[in-house]
């Protein structure tokens, strides 16, 4: 009876996929980046399995390429933690009250149409032109999705911890 080449890394995932991301872990210092980096080498394992079946110590493969991933993203975020230092400092953290608060759970709460129209014309400041163009619309659309979105953040905001009149950013919000 033949084992497929899947089954073989079927077993081999369960046989050495701990001890893999246990060796990695105590070489990035980060639990999750260990698991990515051993998943993504099973992950290559599987595009070509009858290659890698066919090798004398899969698990060593294995190692060598979570190793690999590893290594490279770490060298890709020291490249970018460069670049931004750079580029200054990070802008200021977001507003934490808890009206703007309100209005971002409110803001995920309508259709995604309305919300790309309500943030990119009242949080972006864009024009209705851009916006149409940026989300690949008419005009006339865009300004159906900023009244039916306006409409629809009124009413949920009303019940919530925003009080009776409110303004956040351009967006004003009556009940």
């Given amino acids: 009876m033949t084992v497929s080449d899947r089954d073989v890394i079927s077993e081999l995932y369960g046989s050495c996929f701990r001890r893999l991301v246990v060796q990695l872990y105590a070489m990035t210092g980060d639990l999750n980046e260990a698991q990515e980096a051993v998943q993504e080498a099973f992950t290559r394992a599987l595009v070509k399995p009858g290659r890698f079946t066919g090798l004398d110590n899969p698990e060593a493969w294995l190692r060598r390429v979570a190793v690999n991933v590893a290594r490279s993203r770490h060298r ?3 490249v970018l933690s460069g670049l931004l230092r ?3 400092p990070p802008p200021a953290v977001a507003d934490h009250s808890p009206e703007h608060l309100a209005l971002l759970a409110a803001l995920r709460g309508l259709p995604e149409g309305q919300r ?11 024009p209705i032109d851009e916006v149409a163009a940026t989300l690949g619309v008419s005009p006339g659309t865009v300004k159906s999705r900023l009244s039916r979105g306006r409409q629809a953040l009124a009413a949920l905001l ?5 009080s009776e009149s409110t303004s956040i950013g351009r967006i004003d919000v009556q009940s």
């Fill in 86 to 88: 750079r580029i200054g």
């Fill in 76 to 78: 890709r975020r020291r």
């Fill in 158 to 162: 009303t019940d919530s911890e925003i």
């Fill in 116 to 126: 790309h129209a309500l943030a990119l014309h009242y949080l972006v400041d864009l």
